[in-house]
């Protein structure tokens, strides 16, 4: 299958074509035509399924028979759970609408940034990329309409729903007008999900795609025996030893981040923290450093962590276990995806042996372990 067989516009296929997106995407195949076709959608379907191009394409094709709308009146509204997923939609929206000859403006906002500059921004805006948060705040200031929205994406459902947006989330349904298309996209598919989907779906094509957590196939994982004090010298060793270039970090808490960012820097390495507690800016500039390669390690919290999306990450550090076995799997699934091989690596200490062997039983794969008691880390 190829892209040109759903349904495209040749101006989208030429930007396709520059892009790194050779074939499509399951979903992308199910996806693309349906909406196309002015269907609902109901999408099973994970970070690493391909999903965002998924409704990225057909929303961005609708737009190119579409008169442009007045100032402030939205067509198109992407409701996500958190900013980084908002910023990789919003990027992902500005590689295929580049070079469009009926240009479309795209904008993501969210909050814990000041609001004032989003609103200069949304001059001529079409497509609103928006945490439930702050769209509200932006329709409390008159900033934009909803009244004309043409289509609706809810993208993470579910992790909207965990996150408490359930209340606001229902609020901008209510700021909708009735005739529109809706397309939502969930990991899961519980009870609250279900009874949205019945709320907002009408007649929606379903389309499920595995889970992510079926390619842990495409990671070599390793497990090295280490006591507290070691962990730094053996993660400064493994990166100088084998010269690495990309490697995402994991800590279990935000202090932690900084002191191994510390330890790393004085050690002459590259390296920046992502955590909750810094401002979105140094947290949006350090994804950017780190994905452009002007960073060669980036310090990452479980929580900012979520969603995030880098392509081809060749190696994940575990520098810490998570407690929960999801949030493992979750963190080594940032490598070995998209079809392309990575690497994952976790610390253990004496006390996490029992903890270290529930995350394997329940990831369902047997790590080889390493003793790094034997290893010389001098001068690391
Ligand atoms: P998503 O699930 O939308 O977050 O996409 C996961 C990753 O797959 C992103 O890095 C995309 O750039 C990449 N991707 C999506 N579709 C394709 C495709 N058809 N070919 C190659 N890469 C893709």
Same mark, same amino acid.
Request: glycine share 6%.
């Given at each position: ?10 101006p ?5 074509a ?5 074939t499509?995407?399951?979903i992308q195949e199910?996806?693309i035509?349906a ?5 609902? *959608? ?6 690493g399924?391909?999903k ?14 579409k008169p442009v709308?007045?100032n ?8 996500v ?6 910023v990789?939609v919003g ?5 295929f ?9 795209t904008?993501a906002?969210f909050g814990g ?6 609103? *200069?921004r949304l001059?001529?805006v079409?497509v609103?990329i928006?945490?439930p948060?702050?769209l509200?705040d ?5 900033? *934009?309409?909803l009244?004309?929205?043409d289509?609706?994406?809810?993208d993470?459902?579910?992790k909207?729903?965990?996150?408490g947006?359930?209340?606001e989330m ?6 909708l007008p009735e005739?529109?298309?809706?397309l939502?996209?969930?990991?899961t598919?519980?009870k ?14 379903? *389309?499920?795609i595995?889970?992510?957590t079926?390619?842990l196939?495409l990671?070599?994982?390793?497990g090295y025996r280490?006591?507290?004090? @070691? ?5 400064r060793?493994l990166? @100088? ?7 995402l970090?994991?800590t279990?808490?935000?202090h ?5 960012v ?8 590259v390296?920046?923290?992502l ?5 979105q ?7 950017r450093?780190f @994905?452009s390669?002007?960073?060669n ?5 479980d ?8 392509p081809?990450?060749p190696?994940?550090i575990n520098?810490e ?5 999801k949030d493992?799997i979750?963190r080594i699934?940032r ?7 990575g690497?994952a690596?976790?610390?253990?200490c004496?006390e996490?042996?029992h ?5 394997q @039983? ?5 790590v080889?372990?390493i003793?790094?008691?034997?290893m010389n880390?001098?001068?690391?």
């Amino acid at each position: 299958m190829s892209f040109s067989k759903l349904g495209l516009s040749a101006p989208l296929l030429a930007t396709i074509a520059k892009s790194d997106y050779t074939t499509p995407y399951p979903i992308q195949e199910a996806a693309i035509p349906a909406i196309l076709a002015g269907k609902d *959608i109901l999408g099973i379907a994970q970070t690493g399924s391909g999903k965002t191009a998924s409704f990225v394409l057909p929303i961005l094709q609708q737009f190119q028979q579409k008169p442009v709308a007045p100032n402030r009146f939205i067509k198109a509204l992407i409701l996500v759970p958190m900013r980084e997923l908002a910023v990789q939609v919003g990027d992902v929206f500005k590689l295929f609408s580049a070079h469009l000859p009926r240009p479309v403006k795209t904008l993501a906002v969210f909050g814990g940034v000041s609001i004032n500059p989003q609103m *200069i921004r949304l001059r001529g805006v079409e497509v609103l990329i928006a945490t439930p948060g702050r769209l509200l705040d932006l329709v409390a200031n008159n900033a *934009i309409q909803l009244s004309d929205i043409d289509i609706l994406v809810l993208d993470e459902a579910d992790k909207m729903l965990n996150l408490g947006f359930k209340e606001e989330m229902t609020r901008i349904f209510d700021l909708l007008p009735e005739k529109r298309q809706n397309l939502l996209f969930s990991a899961t598919l519980g009870k609250e999900i279900h009874t949205i989907t019945e709320m907002l779906l009408h007649d929606p094509v379903k *389309i499920e795609i595995a889970p992510e957590t079926e390619n842990l196939d495409l990671i070599k994982q390793t497990g090295y025996r280490v006591t507290e004090e @070691k962990k730094g010298p053996l993660l400064r060793y493994l990166i @100088k030893s084998q010269n690495l270039k990309q490697v995402l970090v994991f800590t279990s808490s935000v202090h932690k981040a900084d002191s191994v960012v510390h330890k790393l820097k004085q050690n002459g390495i590259v390296a920046l923290a992502l955590h909750s507690q810094k401002s979105q800016g140094a947290r949006t500039d350090a994804l950017r450093y780190f @994905k452009s390669g002007e960073i060669n390690v980036l310090v990452a919290t479980d929580l900012a962590s979520r969603g995030l999306d880098i392509p081809a990450l060749p190696v994940v550090i575990n520098y810490e276990l998570p407690r929960s076995p999801k949030d493992f799997i979750h963190r080594i699934g940032r490598t070995g995806r998209a079809g392309v091989e990575g690497i994952a690596i976790s610390f253990v200490c004496a006390e996490d042996d029992h903890h270290f062997r529930v995350i394997q @039983k329940k990831m369902g794969k047997w790590v080889d372990m390493i003793e790094a008691e034997g290893m010389n880390l001098h001068g690391y």
